[in-house]
């Protein structure tokens, strides 16, 4: 019994002195803000809709995030983190180590992986210019279904005599949902596993970037739509530009977006969703963003995205491609923790669907970090 004891405590001895090598630091940070936003809804001749629609509202939205960290006896550090949105559910959580100049290796859910980071790279003042949209778009779609459950590798930056580069990789066992301790990804309907590499090189101002992922097709599946279907992997693809000279910064981005499904002819006609429709998805970017001081920048970016749907491939009778095209105008301004922020984004043909009706968002935002 005694020695039982003496092993017991000799256990929590190693046990506290183990955690106090590890002591770490935790952190909550949030925001909270307002936002009035306006939507307009014009006509459209091609589907026979006449007069306008408005529509005026208020929303509150707040995110609170917790943070830790801590320090490994070789240097190295771990940490985590987790953010809870509005409706108390959980947004993200991830936990990284860096190995200092090795890289970092992170895992998590609802992170956007690596994808997250090439989703919109074009300089704006205040969201990325698809968030004006109430219609899904193909840029903000880009490495999405490698969020939840990868495993991200970051390298440390790398010196190219006058230019830094760095790259980043992703390996997805499972595309899924979100998963917890000990489980295992609900699959996607689909596709089952996947991997995506991302290159950045910055020099003088210049930032160039390429960003690749592939989504393996579930051995088997099939639409029934064409023969074939299974062998249809799916893949995301986007590359671009950016330079700054003083405050001014501008910015283009091309992006490509096949998710592997196949099916019969669609019409032109009819909103379409990156996840599920068949075909190719082409989304072009380019913006030019200006502070005028430390506290207030404005900006102005065009987005078009064209949804071409195979159809003379997939059945020899062609489809006329539809394009969907927004412009978003922004500005922010910062007073210390207090910010406001607004856009107007005009869109035509939403949705990427010929008969929609053109659609302009006008928002104004009052945020409160903490």
């Known amino acids: 019994m005694n020695t039982i004891k003496k092993i017991g405590l000799t256990a929590l001895g190693t046990t506290l002195v183990a955690s106090s090598a590890f002591a770490g630091e935790i952190s909550v940070s949030g925001d909270a803000g307002y936002t009035w936003s306006s939507e307009s809804i014009g006509g459209n001749a091609a589907a026979s809709t006449t007069g306008a629609q408005s529509s005026d509202g208020v929303g509150y939205n707040h995110d609170i995030s917790f943070s830790g960290s801590g320090e490994l006896d070789n240097g190295w550090t771990v940490a985590t983190g987790m953010t809870i949105v509005e409706d108390s559910s959980l947004s993200s959580s991830n936990v990284k180590l860096t190995m200092g100049s090795l890289g970092s290796i992170t895992v998590g859910n609802g992170t956007g992986g690596i994808g997250a980071s090439y989703d919109s790279v074009v300089p704006t003042a205040y969201e990325e210019n698809h968030d004006g949209m109430k219609t899904t778009t193909a840029i903000d779609s880009m490495g999405a279904l490698l969020g939840n459950g990868g495993i991200d590798y970051r390298s440390p930056s ?70 074939g279907d299974e062998d249809k992997d799916g893949f995301d693809g986007t590359w671009y530009a950016k330079y700054s000279a003083g405050p001014v910064s501008f910015g283009y981005q091309k992006g490509y977006i096949n998710r592997g499904e196949s099916g019969a002819a669609a019409a032109n006609t009819g909103t379409k969703y990156v996840s599920t429709a ?33 159809s003379n491939v997939a059945s020899g009778t062609e489809i006329a491609n539809v394009t969907m095209e927004s412009t978003s105008i922004q500005f922010a301004y910062t007073m210390g923790s207090m910010s406001i922020k607004g856009y107007q984004t005009d869109t035509d043909n939403p949705g990427w669907d010929s008969d929609a009706q053109s659609d302009e968002i006008t928002e104004i935002a009052i945020n409160f970090a903490f």
């Open 158 to 227: 790398i010196d190219l005599g006058g230019a830094t580069a760095s790259f980043k990789l992703n390996i997805t066992p499972e595309i899924g949902a979100a998963v917890g301790e000990g489980g295992v990804a609900a699959g996607h309907a689909t596709l089952s596993s996947g991997q995506a590499l991302g290159i950045d090189i910055s020099m003088n101002g210049l930032s160039i970037g390429a960003y690749g992922a592939e989504m393996k097709r579930d051995s088997g599946t099939d639409s029934g739509a064409v023969t």
């Open 278 to 310: 068949g075909g190719y998805f082409e989304t072009e970017s380019m913006s030019v963003a200006f502070n005028v001081n430390e506290n207030f920048s404005f900006s102005w970016a065009e987005l078009e995205e064209v949804y071409d749907d195979q």
